[in-house]
């Protein structure tokens, strides 16, 4: 499987001059991203692509090729795997379309692929797909020109059933700095399955949780083996929910059977984070690089009366607790108070505590509390209140290394948030230094995503399952 | 009222050289916000600041001051009030701290003031809050440091019982480029309260819908009375719901009575739209410029097979139904596709549709049909792609104006959505020309939020509940 991931050396069936040609983009993408095995443009007219020759024969392929891209007209795939056999090219990604989708579950040319493909022993991902994008290796087998420089690498592996999605989760993870590992849009599967690609990804090594974007499971029962006994996180988007989906999804992948009771079941026994936007993935990536979240008790911890209430809230909502805190340390952290106005609880507004060293004692003494499992940190930014963290103003990174220390020392997760200017939090993100979350009520969804995935593995402590 | 807002002279109380010194913030912020009226610093002692000498005698105030910004100690507010009233000034913004929240209810400093206000017939706003952010007349009366140049014009007022979220607030709807009109933070209400500043904001001409951070609902009768006849739409963020937040927001706001069914009778028999995050405020107020949603039924598109299926799931959570379309209607889209491999269905995917007069028809021909309330539009951007509206590519303001020209022509909500890198997103919600959501789950999001202010204020067509 490496080989559709970390090829040694490409060749690109289908390129030709013409401004129209879309082969020539997997040419430019793989380029423009810093591929830097060897490529080899194959195309029925003598020509040159980005400086190289397209090839007219398969035959004058030299060996050592390990994957072939395909985007020639349906009827010529069998043609195009036989020379892909002779070359000794056992791995393929097939773009083209027009098979089951257009053709019905009985397409001859789909039958033609397997047998040639099954001769020569070759494995292929598609047809109907835009493959792999892999920022381990820059191979970029899409035939959409991409904005490949925005690309960030990062843990994350994604396998998508549909390619529009799959640009867009190369982009959002990008987008909010969280980068990937491997995105692979998995097409008509007619070889390749997600069973496949989620095996491969879960041993992959540059790869450290699997998102799932998914229309159909049509192997529940290996789909629920594979992700109990994962070493990595499983987060599914598992679109295609309800009536009115039914309709579109079976023209666009023919996905017929949809079972939700497979998903329901996966959340519940396996421990699956389950998400409902493309955006919320990334938000379960984050939340999934804090340290385990082993039970359901929060302290809640904010700068702002406002939005100590809002965290209030939002804990309650996603079934968190907040106990009450021990009598003697609300006493001590109320000692630092500056007007000495607000009572200390939890939720908890530390907005009259403007010694930093009585912040971080009441952030160290409530994570450090054996009743508390995680806590969710609604941060105040500006450039003149930053000065709390230091004598003359903590920088972004300062803010961020405390936030981090505090999380590994305690082994606890500590849930990130900003109330500030937008620019200020993406700053913030950039420097991917600790995982920072949009807004207080989305660090308390991100902790309850983690919850999901350590509580439900069986891993959390007793008596933490309330609310839940 | 209008002179909390627009006011044509401003006196400071509390200013003072010192670099601590909170109030001048308060000068500062309104001088690079731009207000044009006359500022007048009053303190204790003499000195300068931005250039403007610091008043040490009220008596030396002109004639014209009407609005008076107060940053004295608590047991100095009944004297300062004492000299506004023999200047004429007959409004303030209290700042100052420390009344009731601190003393509990029985505040003999508050009687006082109540007292000297209603001696001089002064109206306030406060004590203990952060006053007006005014984008119409540049009034800026926050004592932190705020970056008043990020601050955008817009439709938007919003009055906060938080001056965490009033920050924050201005910010996001700034970030989100809708922009407000006037923000206001309300304290402790001891004398201007909620119902006070909704009925101003529901008459400001620069207001075109309120927005509401609420903890507490004290006058609920007024309330639904108020919101019910009001020509402008009430968005709604109550906090303060459940168990956990009562506690911290008792001692932030004094908000002891928590009904919650007010709330819900507001939200099922007044239309209020109600929201649980301040992103979703933005979110609220995009929806709202939209044209009126009269019913439940959608046309949902989109130009990818997959997030026409995560619109379809979105439309049903929220929902809503994607009636199937007339026959002879499908075909003549169908007529449109190139590779004539996809269905045409509602959800609809035009992701084979390359003829831009295609995507035009069916955009226009789905609309049109009395059938469909209004429409979730996911479109695809890339620089590349955008060729599809044009000979040679449109660009992004052709592209808005388009969904501008087709939601005003049939009187029906676009909810428009791309699938693309941020900064294209980014790029499309700054210029400002028609309302562009963050994804398509957020799309349909908004949909619900401008069914919900009519279609429950009675405005919807009959038969057109269902699903909610």
Request: with cysteine.
């Amino acid at each position: 499987m490496r080989a559709f991931f970390y090829p040694a050396a490409v060749a690109v069936f289908g390129v030709s001059e013409e401004p129209r040609n879309l082969a020539r983009n997997i040419i430019h993408n793989c380029r423009s991203m810093g591929f830097e095995g060897d490529l080899y443009p194959v195309g029925k007219k003598p020509g040159e692509v980005q400086g190289m020759p397209i090839l007219t024969d398969p035959e004058d392929l030299p060996r050592g090729v390990d994957l072939a891209v395909v985007l020639v007209p349906a009827p010529r795939v069998p043609e195009v795997f036989d020379a892909c056999g002779r070359k000794g090219i056992r791995h393929a990604v097939v773009s083209t379309g027009g098979f089951r989708e257009y053709e019905g579950a009985e397409s001859r040319v789909e039958r033609e692929v397997l047998s040639v493909a099954s001769r020569h022993g070759i494995r292929f991902i598609g047809p109907n797909c835009i493959g792999v994008i892999s920022t381990g290796s820059g191979l970029c087998t899409p035939f959409n020109p991409l904005d490949t420089g925005r690309f960030q690498k990062g843990p994350v592996g994604v396998i998508s059933q549909s390619g529009g999605v799959t640009t867009q989760a190369a982009y959002t993870f990008s987008d909010e700095h969280v980068g990937f590992s491997n995105i692979i849009s998995a097409g008509n599967k007619l070889d390749i399955d997600e069973i496949d690609l989620l095996s491969f990804l879960l041993q992959d090594e540059e790869t450290e949780q699997v998102h799932l974007y998914l229309e159909s499971i049509e192997r529940g029962r290996d789909f629920l083996r594979l992700v109990r006994e994962a070493p990595k996180p499983v987060v599914l988007l598992k679109a295609n929910v309800g009536r009115t989906a039914s309709a579109v999804a079976r023209s666009h992948t023919a996905a017929l059977f949809n079972d939700d009771r497979v998903v329901q079941a996966a959340v519940r026994q396996v421990g699956v984070v389950r998400v409902e936007t493309i955006h919320d993935m990334t938000v379960a990536a984050k939340a999934l690089t804090l340290p385990a979240l082993r039970g359901n008790r929060l302290a809640a911890v904010s700068f702002s009366g406002g939005f100590s209430v809002i965290l209030a809230d939002a804990c309650e909502r996603e079934g968190f607790v907040c106990p009450p805190l021990p009598r003697d340390l609300v006493r001590k952290i109320e000692g630092y108070r500056r007007g000495g106005v607000i009572r200390m609880s939890n939720p908890m507004d530390l907005g009259d505590v403007h010694d930093p060293m009585g912040v971080v004692f009441a952030l160290e003494a409530c994570l450090g509390l054996d009743s508390i499992d995680g806590m969710a940190l609604s941060m105040i930014y500006d450039e003149q209140m930053s000065r709390l963290f230091g004598g003359r103003g903590a920088s972004k990174e300062q803010i961020l290394s405390f936030a981090a220390g505090l999380s590994e020392r305690f082994e606890k997760p500590v849930a990130l948030s900003f109330f500030t200017e937008k620019r200020h939090v993406e700053d913030f993100k950039a420097l991917g230094k600790y995982p920072v979350f949009n807004d207080a009520v989305e660090s308390v969804r991100a902790l309850r995503m983690l919850r999901d995935y350590w509580v439900r593995r069986g891993e959390g402590s007793a008596g933490a399952q309330g609310g839940m």
